[in-house]
């Protein structure tokens, strides 16, 4: 193990036997720049580390051998906070990792600009509802034995420019397989979740160099399929800007030669370091978050076998625990066995409703006490509730505000909305603010909430107390989207663009509505006022019945099937245990 004699660190560490029942059976590692783990622990942004989180806590339900890596961020990605003209302001959202996680007495060191940057791991004990657990190893630059000028490397998610996001993919994909090699983890799977672990094909290639390769022409010193062999990656990025890209110039100012020969320029194209490609380069298994992402992916990346294990929810975590009481007492198995949820159509509409009303008097408490405003529990409610950005269309509802008050006058009803932008967003952020405009105008006749702060709290209490879940996506531009299937599992139902996971996931008129056709189209807008209008509203008023009907199928269809239970089974069958 990498450790220097004037190791003193100010944390007292725990042993690194604190990790060893875990290293002696693990077989996968899943490394990712984000997870979100619990409210507390403030190292996810949004989607992408709510799926880790998930992807986790499923781990840990169905024992998989697997160990999951990601940063320490000690500062967290930024808490959002409404000033009074309606703009968002971005506060530091830290956190304590020593109340949460034990630091192990463990440090390995990449090489940034010259330097030896030391990485000491977290180690943080995952337990599922069900007992099983799985560990967690959180990556923390902040140790005596740095610069100083790199100990905050692991501080701030998606801060910094791109010198500082490189130097975090760095200690990410390099340091993250050295803290698991020097801890005693014997890896056989790596799972790249996004393109910002790629480097990890680097560090393998590197690890598993062929000694007499120079000797023979066109022989690769580097063992691509060895490597290949050990690697899998999902993509969840079918917008090009969304990929990581960076100089040559800059990589190599940093981290030197990671490759000799130019095989770096082979893997992760000519002009930059295209993190997507290099990860597509050098896995066996890669995957896209749901049928049509896969397409997509495909037509952007041509020449590669792209798989679609399209993405799901943890139902334990997810589903309210009025809800998780039903689902107790009826179907023991609905933790390990998502599918028994299918029959949630024989349980009577009344326990049903009850529950969701439970729900939804803790979301109209929780809307008091942070905004002021008052909903009505009996009024239809409409929620939308995630990151506020251009192709997501978090406008498209208030296109015509004159036209949603009429609406309102007609068919009463009440909104809830919450979503952060990105600092450096535009044009997320002024969709807040235009938002936040329309709803004080319109105030007096037609309730709109703003629920500052959107995190894991927040969406608990959103997803389980609106009667519909709105998205409204540009196709073929989400991935997947995954708020919608914690809202369906929570008896919500679902009205969005055919995109993403509701491509798969609606039958009109019984698990939802879609918007549109599953094309980019200009015409959205006003098919979301029509059947809000014509179709959606009137069934709440009218015919209750029907809609506990839909309640139900939206929970068992749904709830049965985008749930990542059966995601890691796929994974562990089809992609870890080949
Ligand atoms: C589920 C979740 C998301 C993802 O929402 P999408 O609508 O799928 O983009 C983002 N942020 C938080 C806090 C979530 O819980």
């Not at 709510?50 to 169905?62: F, M």
């Not at 942070?370 to 406008?395: E, F, I, Q």
């Not at 105030?443 to 389980?464: F, G, M, Q, T």
């Not at 029907?546 to 089809?574: D, H, L, P, V």
Request: hydrophobic content about 40%.
């Amino acid at each position: 193990m990498l450790k220097r004699e004037d190791d003193t660190p100010a944390v007292p560490t725990a042993p690194v036997t604190r990790v060893e029942p875990f290293a002696s059976r693990t077989r996968v590692a899943y490394l990712s720049m984000e997870i979100a783990l619990e409210p507390a622990v403030h190292t996810y942004s949004g989607g992408l580390g709510v799926l880790a989180g998930d992807t986790a806590y499923s781990a840990a339900d169905l024992n998989l051998p697997m160990v999951f890596v990601t940063l320490v961020t000690r500062q967290g990605y930024f808490r959002q906070v409404i000033d009074a003209d309606g703009n968002q302001t971005e506060e530091p959202d830290p956190w304590d990792p020593a109340a949460h996680a034990v630091p192990l007495g463990a440090l390995v060191a990449v090489t940034l600009e010259g330097r030896s940057v030391w990485i000491r791991p977290w180690f943080y004990e995952l337990k599922s509802p069900t007992g099983g657990r799985v560990p967690v190893l959180l990556l923390d630059t902040d140790v005596e034995q740095n610069d100083p000028v790199d100990r905050d490397i692991t501080d701030h998610l998606y801060g910094g420019d791109e010198t500082y996001r490189l130097k975090q993919e760095i200690v990410l994909g390099m340091g993250g397989p050295r803290i698991l090699q020097a801890l005693g983890f014997d890896i056989r799977t790596f799972h790249m979740n996004e393109g910002h672990a790629a480097l990890l094909t680097i560090e393998l290639l590197n690890r598993f160099r062929r000694a007499l390769g120079r000797q023979l022409p066109h022989f690769s010193e580097y063992d691509y399929g060895r490597v290949r062999d050990m690697c899998v990656f999902t993509t969840h990025t079918p917008v090009e800007a969304g990929h990581d890209k960076f100089s040559y110039e800059l990589v190599n100012r940093i981290a030197g030669d990671l490759l000799q020969n130019g095989d770096l320029k082979d893997l992760g194209g000519t002009d930059h370091l295209n993190m997507t490609k290099l990860a597509l380069n050098l896995s066996n298994y890669v995957n896209g978050v749901a049928r049509k992402h896969a397409d997509t992916t495909r037509h952007m990346f041509p020449g590669y076998e792209v798989r679609s294990i399209t993405n799901g929810v943890h139902p334990g975590r997810w589903a309210h625990p009025a809800f998780c009481r039903i689902f107790d007492e009826n179907y023991p198995v609905w933790h390990v066995e998502p599918e028994a949820l299918n029959h949630v159509d024989s349980l009577p509409d009344e326990t049903i409703w009850q529950a969701h009303m439970t729900a939804k008097h803790e979301l109209a408490d929780l809307i008091r006490q942070r905004t002021g405003t008052s909903l009505d529990p009996d009024l239809p409610t409409l929620g939308y509730a995630r990151r506020m950005t251009g192709y997501k269309r978090p406008g498209l509802l208030f296109r015509d505000p004159e036209r949603l008050l009429a609406i309102a006058e007609k068919t009463p009803f009440q909104i809830v909305i919450a979503g952060k932008a990105h600092p450096r967003d535009a044009t997320g952020k002024a969709a807040i603010h235009e938002i936040l405009g329309i709803s004080g105008r319109l105030a007096d006749r037609l309730k709109i909430a703003y629920l500052p702060n959107y995190n894991l709290s927040v969406a608990r209490h959103i997803v389980s107390g609106v009667d519909i879940w709105l998205n409204t996506p540009m196709p073929p531009l989400e991935a997947s989207g995954t708020s919608g299937m914690k809202a369906a599992l929570n008896g919500a139902l679902n009205f969005s663009t055919l995109d993403g996971w509701w491509a798969e996931g609606c039958l009109d008129g019984v698990t939802g509505w879609a918007i549109g056709d599953g094309a980019p189209s200009e015409e959205d807008g006003e098919d979301l006022y029509r059947k809000l209008e014509g179709t959606i509203l009137p069934l709440y008023h009218d015919d209750r019945e029907k809609w506990i009907w839909m309640m139900k199928q939206s929970i068992g269809r749904i709830g049965s099937t985008f749930n990542t239970q059966r995601m890691m089974r796929r994974y562990g069958a089809e992609a870890y245990l080949r």
